[in-house]
């Protein structure tokens, strides 16, 4: 009983183990700290069980009763009793989650927070495991099966991050496992009795065998890891820019607090576009039919080590924000957008359109920088936040800004905006570009033009990080970027012209899901430029990235696709689409999303650019399991097909039979045919042990071949006399092959075989047939050996490598020095 | 007294031919010893494996009868030595006299000089007199005042003894124990077996009716068909790992002898022969461990008190020591299933 007690522990802990891989899906621990609850009261139920000697379907009653009465407790419904006894509305309220968790599965993707249908639905899946895992290493004591529900739950996480598996957790999960098993068989070798180590006279002594010893350093090393894993992860503690940035990880971090605190938007975006996986991370809503990007950060501040990040200044957003006075030749609309932050984008910033007028739902920390136009706090973070804002869209016509005239030298703006460091090949160019060109209007559409296709620039996202001088030099040249390149390359350049620019940071507009809605991810961040206009018009927007390599792209009337052979063609839809203001937006069919996988993109990673939703990875678990559940059947069908194929093979035919001495007559085989009878022998007899093993007739390995087909004769076999000859037959011809000269020839082990198999199944219960077909335990038995063996050896050579390094130990070789 | 070397046995037999030669033997003995087929069986195994037996059981249970009667079923030289407290080891061995006539020493052979020798209640003789065996059983020669005499093949000491406790009896050395390659018990017949004995020997000793069926030139031949069995290396290498589990068994202070592997294979060899097969089997050392190894080992004190038999020991091992294997290692190291179902029932410390 007190193994069974320690099994039945174990269990409990390899499954939370197991179930380490969860972490990948949830934000916070809050799901192990629950689901440890349960399994611990799962566990409990069960040993209380077996201390009452219930049976084993008594057991499996009392672990699904105490997974309710856990579940209650921690999921309550408010109509309980005690707190934890269930009543019939607390499992309607347990229906509710259960409906729930199905809808949440597809809206959340990952990581998600504590969501109450979600927690539910892992920890009913955890505890569900944990009854398993007990019942099959406990009560049916096969602990190699209760490998396939804690592998189910690695499927999760395998399912979702289809590319690049976490593989600390499943270690974790694999340590549980292993613990498991090697308990299981120290467990069988204290049964066992003494055991015969060749060590000498006291194998008799009542010691813990090696393998124990193995358990136990393999349970620490599960659980150092299992504490360690929360901080190796970075992903865990930090959201999305703050892993990126080259400040530290605290969730709180400030824009502009010193130089720690600042974040580098620029090696945030590359960081978060090369990544292969998908991360939703904003949904927005507006009713603006076409908008342009969503926005949230600027880079204004030109270093010779590249555009960076100034502190941003301002006032409460929940105060009237400054309108934008009308112009003419500018068309302004006001609009009204609701965004959702997911919970993997944390930041001190939140996006929003340009140009934001009213916000609601924001406190007081979060402020408004009317110059840079970012919503920005020293104290909270985008995380989770959900706002509606008015804002007013501005639509420029090309000759408005044509005909705005250019900042005065002395303008503070226009002094702070157009400096540059300074990179000789860059002033060449611009000079060049902007020869003859009357208005800054003009100036800039030189530029931009100049990014183009036609000109050898592609798409790129494996170059280099970077806006140094030298960067955008090499830019120039190598003419392969992203959009990092292209934003910051212009904005160089458009103040090499003498006119203020800077680099601006949110999303395109990724993929619109319904009505006005978007979804955008990881994937569709991204940098344009700005270029200021004088005569009161501003900040315009300039999208120098090639918009066929950009999902959610949007080209403008004044700075057009320039791939495209007509320039600005209006496809005006309607009023919606005022006076030039065509975008045509998102563009994002099929065709649309190959080029992205051909190009840039896909360089390096080719990651989906999908966002991937929950519930796939439910149905690929169970799918998983089936397929796991499924494998060692295969596995003895195709062993003993290859066998089968072995044994059929024309027997070994006596060559010749010679006259031995004194006119004895013996058969010879030699050479091949007799290895072939020999490997047929051993390969029938294989497959009877394996078909004993899997019919659960004991297989004895003190016993002779003969000595267990006498065995089986007397105990097992006794009334089919075709097995009773079939099993002599077999035994006889295994025992040749091992021990004799010459093995047995011209026999037909075939027919054998099948007979002893149809006499041990015909005497087997249901049950054990079932078992023999569907999961034959001596696949599984083979697998555990090879396990505990492999676990034992690298046990031992751990061992010996502790010992050589403490061959070396200080203390030893001062102890081992000669006293003077 | 034609001095036989080794190289004049033969080779293999066809099969008939030993068996037919064997099986004689085993028949005319048969017709004395009552239902103990496997004990004569045995005692004739050792025979062919140039081997000793040691027979011991209480008194009166044909122990002197089988030794007999083997003894008379082979038409070669016997010599019977009923040892006494008083019996001096030159009566075993021989002696030098002075022959008035020549003027010279003259050795007189002792009893060992034959082809049987049957020696009756070895153990009543003081250690001194059994210790006279030790060379000739061994080496199969005699040394007699530096001379020494080879004696004939084959060469079979069988010795019949009462179980030590029994009173006036001398242990037999440990060095003389190890030389005997076999120790059998009689054991009581049958009931079956008791009455046919009774029918049959109530007037008469059927022991004198005897007449042998084979002849020294004959065991010659079985020895050296016995001798071509062949042993597949995984066999040797379980008989090496059963005298190792003696050595290593916490019951016994002492294990079996290299000796006792040597005769172990020896028997099996002959064992294998006598059912008709030309290659020994794990299962002929099973058969053989308890008859050739139980009675070199000795128990430790514990042991002993705990009443536990070197016999009941060694079975012990025998049913633990897995089958070494040839090939590739197999997973049947535990029970599958586990659930005690095994013989190795849990024990608790
Ligand atoms: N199994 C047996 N078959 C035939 N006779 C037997 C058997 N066992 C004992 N006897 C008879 O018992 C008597 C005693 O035998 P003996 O060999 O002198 O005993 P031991 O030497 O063991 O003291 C003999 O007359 C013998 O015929
Ligand atoms: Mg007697």
Redesign the pocket.
């Known amino acids: 009983m007190t193994a069974h007690r320690n099994l039945g522990f174990v269990a409990a802990a390899a499954t939370l183990l197991a179930a380490a891989p969860l972490s990948a899906i949830f934000l916070r621990w809050t799901w192990l700290i629950e689901a440890a609850i349960v399994v611990a009261v799962v566990a409990g139920a069960a040993a209380l069980s077996r201390l009452a000697r219930a049976p084993l379907w008594g057991q499996l009653i009392a672990m699904l009763a105490g997974l309710t009465l856990g579940l209650t407790w921690v999921f309550p419904g408010g109509t309980e009793l005690l707190a934890f006894l269930p009543t019939p509305s607390t499992f309607a309220h347990f229906g509710d989650l259960l409906g729930a968790s199905m809808q949440d599965m597809r809206t959340y993707s990952v990581k998600v927070d504590d969501v109450d249908s979600l927690l539910f639905l892992t920890v009913l899946g955890v505890g569900g495991v944990a009854v398993l895992v007990d019942v099959l290493s406990v009560g049916l004591r096969r602990p190699a099966l209760a490998g396939l529900p804690m592998l189910a739950i690695y499927s999760v996480p395998v399912a979702v991050y289809v590319d690049d598996v976490p593989a600390t957790p499943f270690v974790v999960g694999a340590c549980g496992f292993l613990w498991l098993l090697v308990t299981d068989n120290v467990d069988r070798v204290r049964r066992f009795g003494r055991r015969f180590t060749g060590e000498g006279r006291d194998v008799d002594v009542w010691e813990a065998s090696p393998l124990a010893a193995a358990g136990r350093r393999l349970a620490v090393v599960g659980v150092a890891l299992a504490v360690a894993l929360p901080l190796a992860v970075p992903g865990m503690t930090s959201g999305l820019l703050n892993a990126a940035g080259n400040g530290t990880g605290d969730g709180n971090g400030r824009p502009g607090q010193g130089n720690s605190g600042r974040i580098d938007l620029f090696a945030a975006l590359s960081g978060q576009l090369k990544q292969s996986t998908v991360t939703e991370l904003v949904k927005v809503t507006t009713n603006e039919p076409a908008p342009f990007y969503l926005r949230f950060g600027v880079a204004d501040d030109l270093r010779p080590n590249g555009f960076r990040d100034r502190t941003p200044t301002g006032r409460a957003v929940n105060q009237a924000l400054t309108d934008p006075t009308e112009r003419a030749g500018v068309e302004r609309q006001r609009y009204r957008a609701t965004v959702e932050v997911s919970k993997s984008l944390n930041m001190p910033l939140l996006p929003v359109y340009a140009q934001p007028v009213k916000t609601e739902d924001l406190g007081r920390s979060w402020r408004y920088d009317t110059s840079l136009q970012v919503i920005f706090s020293d104290r909270e973070n985008s995380r989770g936040k959900r706002y509606s804002f008015d804002y007013v869209r501005s639509t420029y016509s090309p000759s408005a800004l044509r005909a705005a005239r250019s900042l005065p030298t002395d303008d503070p703006l226009r002094r702070q905006q157009t400096a540059t460091p300074g990179a000789p090949a860059v002033d060449q160019l611009v000079r060049q570009l902007v020869k003859g060109k009357q208005n800054d209007y003009d100036k800039v559409r030189a530029i931009y033009d100049y990014f183009s296709v036609e000109n050898g620039f592609t798409y790129s996202l494996s170059t280099r990080d970077g806006t140094s001088g030298e960067d955008i030099t090499d830019f120039l040249s190598t003419k392969a970027g992203f959009c990092q390149q292209y934003a910051g390359a212009m904005a160089w350049l458009v103040r090499a012209a003498g006119i203020p620019a800077r680099v601006a940071f949110g999303f395109t507009n990724g993929t619109r899901s319904s009505g006005g809605t978007y979804v955008l991810t990881n994937q569709n961040l991204h940098a344009w430029t700005e270029v200021y206009f004088g005569s009161g018009i501003g900040w315009v927007p300039f999208d120098a990235t090639p918009a066929a390599s950009v999902p959610g792209s949007v080209r403008s009337a004044w700075a057009p696709d320039t791939e495209a052979p007509e320039e600005a063609t209006p496809s005006t839809g309607g009023a919606a689409a005022p006076d030039g203001a065509d975008a045509s937006a998102g563009p994002n069919s099929p065709d649309r999303l190959d080029k992205d996988a051909d190009q840039g993109l896909s360089v390096g990673d080719g990651g989906p650019t999908q966002q991937s939703p929950v519930w796939p990875w439910w149905v690929a678990g169970a799918l998983a399991l089936l397929v796991l559940l499924a494998v060692p059947a295969l596995r003895r069908s195709a062993l003993r097909r290859r066998r089968r194929v072995r044994v059929a093979a024309p027997p070994a035919t006596a060559l010749a039979a010679i006259p031995g001495q004194r006119g004895e007559v013996r058969d010879i085989v030699v050479g091949v045919d007799a290895d072939r009878a020999r490997a047929d022998a051993h390969a029938a007899w294989d497959e009877l042990l394996d078909t004993l093993v899997d019919f659960q007739v004991r297989v004895d390995r003190t016993e002779t071949p003969r000595a267990t087909a006498e065995r089986l004769v007397q105990e097992t076999l006794t009334e089919d006399a075709g097995a009773v000859t079939g099993v002599r037959l077999l035994g006889r011809a295994e025992e040749r092959a091992r021990y004799a000269r010459d093995p047995l020839a011209g026999e037909e082990l075939h027919p054998a075989l099948r007979s002893v198999r149809g006499a041990l199944a015909a005497r087997a219960d249901r049950r054990t047939r079932i078992m023999a077909a569907l999961l034959p335990p001596s696949v599984l038995l083979r697998w555990r050996t090879t396990v505990s063996e492999r676990s034992a050896r690298l046990v031992t050579a751990g061992g010996e490598v502790r010992q050589r390094l403490l061959r070396w130990s200080p203390r030893r070789l001062l102890a081992g020095r000669p006293a003077r | 007294m034609t001095q036989q070397t080794w190289d004049e046995v033969g080779g293999l037999l066809p099969h008939d031919e030993f068996r037919a030669a064997s099986e004689a033997i085993v028949a005319n003995i048969e017709q004395?010893?009552?239902?103990?087929t496997a004990t004569v069986r045995l005692a004739l195994a050792v025979l062919l494996a140039e081997g000793h037996l040691l027979?011991e059981?209480?008194?009166?249970?044909?122990?002197?009868?089988?030794?007999?009667a083997l003894a008379r079923s082979i038409d070669c030289s016997v010599r019977r030595i009923q040892f006494t407290p008083d019996l001096l080891p030159s009566d075993v061995t021989g002696v030098s006299v002075y022959n008035q006539e020549t003027h010279d020493f003259e050795f007189r052979p002792g009893a060992v000089f034959a082809n049987l020798v049957v020696g009756?209640?070895i153990n009543r003789a003081s250690p001194k007199t059994q210790s006279a065996l030790l060379e000739c059983m061994e080496e199969r020669q005699v040394t007699v005042d530096g001379v020494t005499y080879q004696l004939q093949t084959p060469f079979m000491v069988i010795a019949?003894q009462?179980p030590i406790e029994m009173e006036g009896t001398y242990p037999l050395p440990e060095a003389q124990r190890d030389r005997f390659t076999a120790r059998i018990a009689?054991g009581?017949?049958d009931a079956g077996?008791?009455l046919?004995?009774l029918d049959?020997?109530g007037a008469t000793?059927p022991?004198t009716e005897l007449r042998p069926v084979s002849d020294a030139a004959t065991v010659r031949q079985l020895i050296g068909h016995v001798r071509q069995v062949h042993v597949a290396d995984a066999v040797k290498q379980y008989a090496i790992d059963l005298v190792t589990a003696t050595r290593e068994a916490p019951d016994l202070r002492l294990g079996a002898s290299p000796r006792a592997t040597l005769q172990l294979l020896r028997t099996a060899r002959a064992v294998a022969a006598l059912e008709g097969r030309d290659y020994v089997l794990p299962d002929d050392l099973q058969a053989l461990a308890v008859p050739v190894l139980a009675h070199r080992i000795i128990p430790t004190a514990d042991a002993q008190l705990a009443r536990r038999t070197t016999d009941a020991i060694v079975a012990e091992l025998v049913h633990r020591l897995p089958l070494p294997n040839d090939r590739k290692r197999s997973p049947y190291d535990t029970r599958p299933g586990g659930t005690g179902r095994g013989p190795y029932e849990p024990r608790r410390p």
Do not use: R, S
Request: aromatic share 4%.
């Open positions: 004395v010893i009552e239902g103990k027979i059981d209480v008194p009166g249970v044909g122990k002197t009868k089988l030794a007999k009756d209640e019949t009462n009689m009581y017949p077996a008791e046919a004995m049959g020997h000793d022991l």
